[in-house]
């Protein structure tokens, strides 16, 4: 069976985005589902030693899903400048069109059971003069999942995504509580409590993991802890 795609955003930039599309493709992965990833638009990406850019993230989403869609239509625009992608686009004389990441959308979303897309920043950072991440999701036609960087702040920012997300239409599926610290402080503490009264319970609450490097003991590590601290199946909504 196939499911529908899902668009990961975040409350802010980074508050784990990457780490939690990763944690969840791999237990997809784990579960026994075939898992596509599109990361429509990367910023500051690597230049490579023969001038190509490497966008790190897109790598990572490739690695821990497992997918065999090709890096290229895996992220279709990669930039080199570490800006909003608007911003980024502008400056290295790209346009950036939302049917160019429909159509590479598409053709991973075709051979997997199940699809994760990541966006950059929240949903309101611009893509183009006239459209957002939101405006992309709507596009899509996919449901979003918001990643909530546990942090002082975190209470404002995720009422706001959500609010808006729910204001313009967009179906939000649920929120994960991503740990950005060890040693968590009292407003990282309290920010489950609060944002459960206000929104109700997270689908997954995650624990401070640092960076993960891509290896098959690490894959197997995300799996496990995601299966465990992340009802996966509420991610899962049939075509």
């Given at each position: 069976?196939?499911?529908?795609?899902?668009?990961i955003t975040?409350?802010?930039?980074?508050?784990?985005?990457?780490?939690?599309?990763?944690?969840?493709?791999?237990?997809?992965n784990q579960g026994?589902?075939s898992?596509g990833v599109?990361k429509?638009v990367?910023?500051g990406c690597?230049?490579?030693?023969?001038?190509?850019?490497?966008p790190?993230?897109a790598?990572?989403?490739?690695?821990?899903?497992g997918s065999?869609?090709?890096?290229?239509?895996?992220c279709?625009?990669?930039?080199?400048?570490?800006?909003a992608?608007?911003?980024a686009?502008?400056?290295?004389?790209?346009?950036?069109e939302?049917?160019?990441?429909?159509?590479?959308?598409?053709?991973?979303?075709a051979?997997?059971?199940?699809?994760l897309?990541e966006?950059?920043g929240?949903?309101?950072?611009?893509?183009t003069?006239?459209?957002?991440?939101a405006?992309?999701?709507?596009r899509?036609?996919?449901?979003v999942?918001?990643?909530?960087?546990?942090?002082l702040?975190?209470?404002?920012h995720?009422?706001?995504?959500?609010?808006?997300?729910?204001s313009v239409g967009?179906r939000?599926i649920?929120?994960?509580i991503?740990f950005?610290?060890?040693?968590a402080?009292?407003?990282?503490?309290?920010?489950?409590?609060?944002?459960?009264?206000?929104l109700?319970?997270?689908?997954?609450?995650?624990?401070?993991l640092?960076q993960?490097?891509?290896?098959?003991t690490?894959r197997?590590?995300?799996?496990d802890?995601f299966?465990?601290?992340?009802r996966?199946?509420?991610l899962?909504?049939p075509?």
């Amino acid at each position: 069976m196939q499911f529908n795609s899902v668009f990961i955003t975040g409350t802010d930039t980074a508050v784990g985005k990457t780490t939690v599309a990763c944690g969840i493709a791999a237990a997809l992965n784990q579960g026994g589902r075939s898992v596509g990833v599109i990361k429509p638009v990367e910023t500051g990406c690597t230049a490579l030693p023969n001038g190509q850019l490497q966008p790190e993230d897109a790598v990572r989403l490739k690695f821990f899903s497992g997918s065999h869609a090709s890096l290229d239509v895996i992220c279709p625009y990669a930039l080199h400048l570490p800006l909003a992608p608007l911003v980024a686009a502008q400056y290295e004389g790209i346009a950036i069109e939302l049917e160019t990441i429909a159509r590479c959308h598409d053709a991973v979303a075709a051979g997997h059971d199940v699809t994760l897309i990541e966006g950059a920043g929240g949903l309101l950072v611009p893509l183009t003069t006239e459209a957002t991440f939101a405006d992309l999701a709507a596009r899509l036609n996919v449901p979003v999942l918001v990643v909530v960087g546990s942090r002082l702040g975190a209470l404002n920012h995720a009422l706001l995504t959500v609010r808006y997300a729910q204001s313009v239409g967009l179906r939000v599926i649920g929120y994960v509580i991503n740990f950005l610290t060890a040693a968590a402080d009292e407003a990282a503490r309290t920010n489950v409590a609060v944002l459960t009264d206000w929104l109700g319970p997270p689908v997954g609450i995650v624990p401070h993991l640092s960076q993960i490097e891509m290896t098959a003991t690490n894959r197997q590590r995300l799996a496990d802890v995601f299966t465990e601290r992340v009802r996966i199946a509420e991610l899962l909504v049939p075509r």
